[in-house]
T-cell receptor, first 112, second 112 residues
């Protein structure tokens, strides 16, 4: 069974630009969550999508948004990039109920 | 604010010894508990999950949960150098199973 796939693996952008990250969950998983990991703040929850609807949201500004498609694939968008957005962005998928989340390899975003 | 606390380490144990990693959480409503292992430069990998008080064993790993004292621990028996990594404790709450709150992680070093 293929794991969670995130693309691209690495991304370099400049301040003010926007970026879109993609995540394909494990087959059969309908829940997709996004996290930001930085050395200073650790792993922080951004949002979760289930059946194309945002089900939970973390404490991030509106510049961070996401969506989910009917095949459960998800995208995350960050607009007006700031230096502080440099981080590892992780996507995780899970099945129904309390099934644990499995993470993809992440997208490392660097803002110049 | 829901918090998850871990000692950052490093926790150094000799090869073959038992490594004991601890995690405390602030919210008594916490429902599900997870341990992830993260190698440097890699994404978190699920090691164990536990939902009920008591012990849960899987190979060399044992997760222990004590809801009354609000702590969860991970024991690694017969520690190997390949176990050297950062171990992240994560907690979720009823109705938000896919929204994990992470501790900052404990760095484990297994020495020869």
């Amino acid at each position: 069974k293929a794991g969670v796939t995130q693309t691209p693996r690495y991304l370099i952008k400049t301040r003010g630009q926007q970026v879109t990250l993609s995540c394909s969950p494990i087959s059969g998983h309908r829940s997709v969550s996004w996290y930001q990991q930085t050395p200073g703040q650790g792993l922080q929850f951004l949002f979760e999508y289930f059946s194309e609807t945002q089900r939970n949201k973390g404490n991030f500004p509106g510049r961070f948004s996401g969506r989910q498609f009917s095949n459960s694939r998800s995208e995350m968008n960050v607009s007006t990039l700031e230096l502080g957005d440099s981080a590892l962005y992780l996507c995780a998928s899970s099945g129904t109920g309390d099934q644990p989340q499995h993470f993809g390899d992440g997208t490392r975003l660097s803002i110049l | 604010q829901k918090e998850v606390e871990q000692n950052s380490g490093p926790l150094s144990v000799p090869e073959g010894a038992i490594a004991s990693l601890n995690c405390t959480y602030s919210d008594r409503g916490s429902q599900s508990f997870f341990w992830y292992r993260q190698y440097s430069g890699k994404s978190p990998e699920l090691i164990m999950f536990i939902y009920s008080n008591g012990d849960k064993e899987d190979g060399r790993f044992t997760a222990q949960l004590n809801k009354a004292s609000q702590y969860v621990s991970l024991l690694i028996r017969d520690s190997q150098p390949s176990d050297s990594a950062t171990y992240l404790c994560a907690v979720s709450f009823p109705g938000t199973a896919s929204k994990l709150t992470f501790g900052t992680g404990t760095r484990l070093q297994v020495t020869l």
